[in-house]
């Protein structure tokens, strides 16, 4: 049994201590220094547990404080829960000198220095480091008076971005700034006093809460909003991204900032916004379900980190305001997670493990970019292990993006969590069976070969970039295609894995073909000269995947060719559809020198 927590009425504040303390079975010791403590729960960051802290922070807030309590207490006060988003993430000591604030100043992105304020002022508040505040005041003094570019009037400053990003062109600007940089000069108002940034707070929020096409950053269709993350001048409704983690960062400073100051329309313009997220919830999904979209305009899959962020702002949106909307979207992304990353108990008796695999939808090479513990009791004890070399190439695949339990026996719960650096657990499983590492190996007897690909025996592919092909006139390719058949139900979970061993760098894309012969593509990392490389595929990674009927005929590789380029040959192996973490595991000990394209 896989459980995450589950309360989902909304517009009603989510505060059963008792549910959370089951779940997170805290040792009494634990549970008693939680609750003596009032909001922030500094410790939540470390072995406390991070929903925990949701319903703790949340009852004590209603209980003890009152609303109007609540209310008062400092932004930089507030709890882990409250602001994880805007904890998510290493800022270091070194981000918080001057030669780093200049560093960050030429790269003309303000997002990147109020997040370093902020966490500046929230270490200052909780920990009583005064440099910690010297150097927030040092940046947000620089961003009131010399950030660039910029715009400064008596009503307010616009920052913008001073690179392009992607085919939007600079400057542009974002609501993600535009809102968490009032709210952090309010923050440190509340600080130390100084007037001048409570004012410009509430000057600077009140100007952007225009449309985009009007240099703003909120579009209103009768009566529900949108917060823009990217916009730039001439922007129409029809060509908004809608980023669905965009939108919550902002909405969340924009509440932070509402509750705050008392302002009618910053209030206003957050309940538009928020009746805006609920009205579009539903399109940030796949259709069926099974993963989360970053995007809907063109539609784009979320990498598994930012399902993960999500996941935390909606918790925060939840903690914050008590509105029981943002838990139905939270505990989905945590239910996605846990069907994508499940664990697999292995082994007999005695020597059982449990495994987490980092490798999972949508792209098996983009792995979740923070680290993963697994915590599993059993007979009475806790046995965890956390994988701290994610991207530590001198460590073997099967040990860096593998975690192994060592449980013995078979345990009576384990449960995931993700370090941002705060912990944030996902998921708890109960039940176990022990399940088999041998994976489904796949014929590579029926693979042909296309284009520049002239022949393939055995998996040894011969490349001919110079192959001329006759098709009413002559024309050369600019691609090698090797069709690799699958005739087989392949789910939204499994993984296709093989080896591709070529003598050279190979750009290549993909292209899946269902029974019917409807068809979907992508394009691939770079593969590396001289060595063998390991290819993993999942379904959801492939655009128009939604498509595709669960039996797919065939995967074809793609293999983009210069003309005037020498022939050379390739080779394919171990050809197998992977499930379990087992098998992931099982199979990555096999090449265990083998090159993982990993971004």
Known sequence: MVSTPDCVDVRKPCVTIASAFQFFKPSPSEAVGIVKRMPPLRQSRGSFHFLLAVAVSTALALAFLGSRAAAQQPIAGKSDIELGPYLFGWVVPENFTQGS??????????????????????????????????????????MLEKYEPAVRGDNGIRWYYGNDHGAIKAPWWSGMDAMMGPMTFYAAYELTGNQRYRDEAVKSAKLVLTSPSDGGILWNE?????????????????EEYHVLNGHLWALQSLLLLAKATGDAKLQSAYDCARDGVVAQEDRFYRANGTWTNYQTTPLELNPVHYNTLEHIQYLAMHALSGDRAYLQPAKARADIFAAAYPLSLIGKEGSMEVIFSMIGPPHPYWTDTYPVRVSCQV???????????????????????????????????CAVSVHTPLTIPMYERTEFSVEAAEAQPLPLDGATAMLDAASIEAGKVQITPGHVEVDGANSANDEARIV????????????????????????????????????????????????????????????KNDELGDTLRSIAMRIF??????????????????RSPAQISRWLEGHPNANFPQQ
């Open 101 to 142: 604030l200049e560093e960050m100043a030429a790269r003309k992105d303000p997002l990147r220095l109020f997040v370093v304020a902020f966490r500046g002022l929230v270490e200052y508040r909780r920990d009583a480091l005064e440099d910690r505040l010297a150097a927030s005041t040092r940046i947000l003094d620089f």
């Open 222 to 238: 009768n009566g529900k909003c949108w917060l823009s993350e990217y916009s730039w001048t001439g922007i129409q409704p029809s």
């Open 379 to 413: 007979d009475g004890q806790t046995i965890e292990r956390r994988n701290n070399n994610l991207y530590k190439t001198s460590v073997p695949l099967s040990e860096r993006l593998i975690i192994k339990v060592p449980v013995g026996s078979r345990p009576t719960s």
């Open 484 to 543: 690799l058949p699958l005739g087989i139900p392949v789910s939204d979970h499994d993984i296709i894995a093989f080896v591709v061993k070529t003598p050279q760098k190979m750009d290549l894309g993909f292209l899946m073909e269902d029974s019917e012969g409807r068809q979907a593509t992508r394009y691939y990392l770079p593969l590396a000269a001289g060595k063998e490389n390991i290819v993993m595929l999942n379904r959801l990674g492939f655009e």
């Open 561 to 578: 060719t210069d003309p005037a380029g020498d022939d050379y040959e390739i080779v394919i192996s171990d050809f197998q559809k992977l």
